[in-house]
C-alpha cells in the first residue's frame, strides 16, 4: 500500500500537501483550446455523443452527461450578456472527475477541459479532438496533479 493515508484513505497530490504530506501527484489536467468549424460545434446530442466516446477511449467511467444548448436568441433578448456567444456545453461527471466541452459555433472554437485523478494519454484526447471535432488548430496545456 503506497502513499500516505489519514482515516485509511490515500491521499496523493495537492490534497495530501495541504495537510502538511509528501505524496506524488495523481491524476491529469488537460485543458484544449481549439478552432473548427465543423457543424458538430451546435449540434447538441452529436457532441453528447462524442463526449461519451471520449470518456470510453480514455478508459474512464461517466456516471452522468449533461448537455445544454445556450441559443443566440438569449443574447438578442438581453438574457444573457453579448459575450456569449451561444453554442454548447457538455458535461460528463466522471466517476474519477470530469470531462467538459463548450463550442462557441459562431467563433469556429471550442475548449476541453479534462481532469482525472487517475492517468490519461493526453495524446489520445488530442486525436480524437482532431478527428471528432474536426479540429484544425490548438493550443494545449496539461498538468500531473
Known sequence: MGGNRVDGK?????FAALLGYAAPG???HLIIDGASSSPILS???GLARA???LVVLIG?????TVAVQIPLELEAMQLIPAADEGGVS???ILS???IALHSWPECAAFTLDAYSCRDFEPELVTAWAAEALAMRGFTAETWRR
Open 10 to 14: 490515500r491521499l496523493g497530490g495537492r
Open 26 to 28: 495523481t491524476g491529469r
Open 43 to 45: 449540434d447538441l446530442a
Open 51 to 53: 463526449v461519451n466516446e
Open 60 to 64: 474512464m467511467t461517466a456516471l452522468q
Open 90 to 92: 457538455v458535461v460528463a
Open 96 to 98: 474519477t472527475s470530469h
